[in-house]
């Protein structure tokens, strides 16, 4: 009786969307069928799902949804901005390009364009490769309804970063832009992501970018989570690495309703470095997901990934990594950390990181501590003058700020400092 219940309940959540999902772009049409053919059979992601065993979706669930672009809505980007940095900003509102809010480069080493203006070649040649959508329901729910997306293909190094702001509007909207990044052979790129919401309730953000970084070429994806009230999001990754290539993904979240970020990277090439950076600070009732998977393919590469929160007052804070070593990926370096502090007794951390490993001979690490903050620091700072909201302050500062300080561009590293009140 329950599954059954379920299965409608499912299937009346996708018939919504499709009867609301405007005139999508219908191109890819084999690609959103193969999106469509696994809604037709996945449930709703339950707690009993051990992939979302700290995470319930019933905030999302719970919801009937429209797709609501706005033709040029009135945005003040300064809020977003990055001082002092110079970029190239693509603005998508509602989960649709906004070509007239957008500032596009007019060279031949950074190419931008909508899905539209994209042949089917390049798209099919780099679309759904490494995305779970077969038991994934929410991957396979924005590859059958995707709004809209944007094509970046690095073939240099590019000049300066390109800023991505993703801003959000509506009541009961949903948002699922797509976008393909692409650095090809020798080639360098910088992305910034900065999210931005306004009048938003019970607003759905369901995207999935996907990364292909070429031989020996390097990508730095920076994602700076700061929303207001009134939004879920599911934000979901995915890397794949050539020969002699870097990738680093960099995740700052400091406030949204219910968050859930997914970064899955596979090495595919040999000498390859693979860098998951993250902190995160959830509140109130707030619930903050980081789910994170590094498989390593092939043989003598490197790999780092560094959590760090801060949980307070009745939030929720999860962290699920897992790193795997495959049987021919020999002489492998991987190291794997998460830290927490928990500042109220009704705070919730949940902690597991993993290690899966096939091969012999490998140096591999991982790790996880959950605590309080030591009082005893706090009490030597407030005699020496702090108060002790201050002493707070400077002490988890300090601790999020290792894994602040692996950001490379200063003048984001700065707004970030500002984003978590520690400049």
Request: charged share 20%; aromatic share 10%.
């Amino acid at each position: 009786m329950s599954s059954t219940l379920t299965t409608n309940k499912t299937q009346d959540f996708v018939s919504n969307i499709a009867e609301n999902k405007l005139s999508l772009w219908n191109e890819l049409t084999a690609i959103r069928e193969s999106g469509l053919k696994a809604l037709s059979h996945l449930e709703f992601p339950t707690t009993r799902d051990e992939y979302w065993k700290y995470s319930r979706t019933t905030k999302i669930t719970k919801n009937e949804y429209q797709f609501k672009p706005i033709p040029t809505p009135s945005i003040n980007l300064s809020q977003v901005r990055i001082a002092g940095l110079d970029t190239y900003e693509i603005v998508m509102v509602n989960g649709f390009f906004n070509e007239e809010l957008s500032s596009l480069p007019k060279n031949d080493v950074l190419e931008i364009k909508s899905f539209e203006e994209c042949t089917t070649e390049e798209l099919t040649s780099y679309f759904s490769k490494n995305l779970d959508t077969i038991s994934n329901f929410f991957s396979a729910l924005n590859t059958a309804y995707f709004s809209e997306g944007i094509m970046i293909i690095a073939k240099g190094v590019s000049d300066k970063p390109v800023h991505l702001i993703q801003y959000s509007e509506g009541d009961k909207v949903i948002s699922q832009p797509r976008n393909l990044f692409v650095t090809q052979k020798n080639a360098e790129l910088s992305i910034i992501k900065s999210s931005m919401n306004h009048n938003t309730f019970n607003f759905f953000y369901n995207s999935v970018n996907e990364f292909f970084i070429g031989e020996n070429s390097h990508l730095h994806y920076y994602n700076l989570q700061n929303y207001n009230q009134g939004i879920q999001v599911i934000s979901t990754n995915v890397a794949t690495q050539e020969k002699n290539s870097t990738f680093s993904a960099y995740n700052y979240t400091l406030n949204g309703d219910w968050i859930r970020n997914n970064t899955n990277v596979f090495v595919k090439g040999e000498h390859c470095e693979s860098n998951l950076y993250g902190a995160y600070q959830p509140k109130e009732k707030q619930h903050i997901d980081n789910h994170t998977i590094i498989d390593h393919i092939m043989p003598n590469c490197e790999s780092n990934e560094h959590y760090k929160g801060t949980v307070t007052d009745k939030a929720t804070g999860v962290f699920n990594g897992k790193v795997f070593v495959r049987k021919d990926a020999q002489k492998i370096n991987a190291f794997q950390s998460n830290n927490n502090i928990l500042l109220s007794n009704d705070a919730t951390m949940n902690s597991k990181p993993e290690l899966e490993i096939y091969a012999d001979d490998v140096k591999c690490s991982h790790g996880s501590t959950s605590g309080q903050l030591d009082e005893e620091a706090v009490f030597y700072l407030q005699s020496r003058g702090l108060s002790k909201d201050s002493a707070t302050a400077l002490l988890i500062g300090a601790f999020l700020g290792e894994v602040v300080e692996k950001i490379r561009i200063p003048e984001l590293k700065e707004k970030v400092l500002e984003m978590y009140g520690m400049e």
